[in-house]
C-alpha cells in the first residue's frame, strides 16, 4: 500500500527538462552550503539563484536603456527647437556635442550606479542564502546549557 516515490528519479529528470544554465559561482555557492542535500535540492535552488541574479541584471538593464532613450529623445527634441530660432549653427553644434558629452558622463554614472545596484542586490540574495542554510543550533542545547550555569 506504499507508495515508493524516488528522490533520485526527481534529481535526473530535472537537469533534462531546466533551460537554465547554472554559474560556477552559484554551483560552488550551493555545494559548499548544501553538501548533503539531495541533488534535485541542489539543482532547484542553483536554479532559483541563477533566476534571481538574471531578473536583477535584466531589470537593471531595462531600467538603463529606458532612462537612455528618454534622454536622447529629449536632446532631439531641444536640438530641433534650437535649430527653428535661426541660431548660428556652428554654435548650436559645439552646444549640442558639450551637451552630448554631459550626457555620455551622466549616462556612465548612472549604467555605474545601476550596476552597483545589481551587484549590492545579488550579494543580499546570497547573503540571505548564506542565513536560510548555516546550521541551526537546538533550542533544547541551549535551555540545558543555560540550567547548569
Same mark, same amino acid.
Given at each position: 500500500m506504499t507508495q515508493s516515490t524516488d528522490p533520485n528519479n526527481q534529481a535526473q529528470t530535472t537537469p533534462e527538462s531546466s533551460a537554465i544554465e547554472v554559474s560556477e559561482r552559484t554551483n560552488s555557492l550551493v555545494d559548499q552550503n548544501l553538501p548533503d542535500a539531495p541533488e534535485s535540492v541542489k539543482n532547484e535552488t542553483k536554479e532559483l539563484i541563477e533566476a534571481i541574479t538574471r531578473k536583477a541584471q535584466s531589470e537593471t538593464q $531595462?531600467?538603463?536603456?529606458? @532612462?537612455k532613450d528618454n534622454y536622447l529623445e529629449a536632446v532631439r527634441n531641444v536640438r530641433t527647437e534650437v535649430e527653428k530660432l535661426n541660431f548660428d549653427p556652428e554654435r548650436i553644434e559645439e552646444s549640442? $556635442?558639450?551637451v552630448q558629452m554631459? @550626457?555620455?558622463k551622466n549616462w556612465e554614472s548612472l549604467v555605474k550606479e545601476f550596476e552597483s545596484f545589481g551587484n549590492r542586490l545579488n550579494e543580499a540574495a546570497? @547573503? @540571505?542564502? #548564506?542565513?536560510?542554510?548555516a546550521p541551526h543550533? #537546538?533550542?533544547t542545547d541551549d535551555q540545558s546549557d543555560s540550567s547548569q550555569s
Amino acid at each position: 500500500m506504499t507508495q515508493s516515490t524516488d528522490p533520485n528519479n526527481q534529481a535526473q529528470t530535472t537537469p533534462e527538462s531546466s533551460a537554465i544554465e547554472v554559474s560556477e559561482r552559484t554551483n560552488s555557492l550551493v555545494d559548499q552550503n548544501l553538501p548533503d542535500a539531495p541533488e534535485s535540492v541542489k539543482n532547484e535552488t542553483k536554479e532559483l539563484i541563477e533566476a534571481i541574479t538574471r531578473k536583477a541584471q535584466s531589470e537593471t538593464q $531595462k531600467a538603463g536603456e529606458f @532612462a537612455k532613450d528618454n534622454y536622447l529623445e529629449a536632446v532631439r527634441n531641444v536640438r530641433t527647437e534650437v535649430e527653428k530660432l535661426n541660431f548660428d549653427p556652428e554654435r548650436i553644434e559645439e552646444s549640442i $556635442k558639450l551637451v552630448q558629452m554631459d @550626457a555620455e558622463k551622466n549616462w556612465e554614472s548612472l549604467v555605474k550606479e545601476f550596476e552597483s545596484f545589481g551587484n549590492r542586490l545579488n550579494e543580499a540574495a546570497q @547573503a @540571505a542564502w #548564506s542565513i536560510l542554510t548555516a546550521p541551526h543550533h #537546538s533550542t533544547t542545547d541551549d535551555q540545558s546549557d543555560s540550567s547548569q550555569s
